[in-house]
Each structure stands twice: as C-alpha cells, then as structure tokens.
C-alpha cells in the first residue's frame, strides 16, 4: 500500500519518514527551508521522475517498517523534550565540529590554494556559514528556546508573541544558512575531491556532506515541527 503521495509536503513526508531525508539529499531535493512546499512541486521544479521518486521513497518507508529499529517520531514528543534534543545534538555536533572545520579549510586554502582558486571563495563561504550558525546557537540557546519552555509551562500570550517573533528572525537565518550551503555544494562540484588532493583535502570535504546532513536534519526539526507547533496557537 502506497504511504506518501507527490500531493504531501516535503517537510511534512519527513516528519513522518526521517529516513526520506537521505533520498531527498540523493536528489538535492531541500526538506528544511523548503520543506513547506509540495513534494510534487520540488519534482516538477527539477525536472524529477514524479513514479521513480515516489516508488523509492514507499519502498524505502517499508522497508523501515519492516526492520526492528525504532526511529523517535519527534511530531509526537513534548516540545520541551524535542529543544533538548536539538541542543544536545545539533547544537553540541556544531560547536564540537565547526572550529575543526575552519582549521582545515584554512590548511587546505595554504596547501592548495594556488592550484585550486576556488578554495578561497570555499574558505569565504565556510566562516560565514561559521559565524553566522555561532550566532544562531547563542541565539537560541539564549532566548528562543527559554521562552518556548516558558510558553509551554504558562502559555501566557504575551510570551507567545516574542516568540513568535524570534521564530521569524531564526527562519530568516536558517534560508541564509541554507543558501550558503547550496553554495558550497555547487562551488565543489557536490564535494568532489580532486586527484591531487592530500588526506586533508578529503577530510574537508567529508566534514562538509557531515555538516551539510546535520544542519539540514536540524533545520527540518525547527522548520517542520518545533515552530509549526506554535503558529498553530
């Protein structure tokens, strides 16, 4: 029996399927910011096979079901449980990661920055991306997360209005992440490691596809079930 249809959304297919989200990176579909549009939008935009798409992503979802693995579904857990996931995940994953990360775009931009120029522009890209998700963590660590745990205990609707009002700036930042994303994606040619390439060189871009899958999964649970929960008030 077919589960997900082309007429659902994307964020909300991966909500209910979290393993969808390795099929939807296989076909640069994006599940986090754009993960309030169609399924079948993403698929005509791309110009995608709509049977091909759907026929591996409900044979995928069966496949799940069959196997003993329980996934969390994240929709059904209280929002206070789900902000504390995220922090001790995603949150800890970037703060651990992110300085690693800057140390070897650095090295690799002084390896091979004369045969490979557009390391520079990569390097440009990373530490934006960097101080840009510093930023966001402080920010919701701070202030957004304190007052959605402070609405959930109280459900004053002043507090929902700041709240709703942070979410807007937090959505803002995760397009601005996301873009930075596509573009490093593009510049490297999907992450392709040049034959000359030095263990560090590799490395780098290994990190990216790790960093690039932990932010999109991040994003998702925000975009797709934390702040819907809210506007829903």
Known sequence: MTQFQANQ???TIVSAFPG??????????DF?????????QAIQDQNLNEIEILSQLNQMYEEARNKETVIKDWTREP??????????????YLQLELPK???????ILRVHGVNHPELVKVHK????????????????????????????????PETLTKVMEAIGELETEHEGAGR????????????????DACNSFGLTYHKFQDLESDIFQHIHLENNILFPRLARK
Do not use: M, W
């Not at 969808?20 to 579909?29: E, G, H, S, T």
């Open 9 to 11: 959304k994307i964020g």
């Open 20 to 29: 969808a989200a390795d099929l939807f990176k296989k076909y640069k579909i």
């Open 32 to 40: 986090c910011c754009g993960g309030d549009r169609l399924l079948l």
């Open 79 to 92: 929002s206070e449980d789900l902000i504390d996931h995220i922090v001790n995940t995603h949150h800890a």
């Open 101 to 107: 990360i800057s140390e070897l775009t650095t090295k």
């Open 125 to 156: 890209l990373f530490h934006e991306l960097k101080t840009e998700l510093d930023q966001h963590l402080i920010k919701e660590e701070v202030i957004e997360f304190p007052l959605i745990k402070e609405y959930v205990r109280t459900t004053n």
């Open 180 to 195: 930075i994303l596509k573009e490093l994606r593009k510049i490297t040619n999907d992450y392709h490691v040049p034959d």
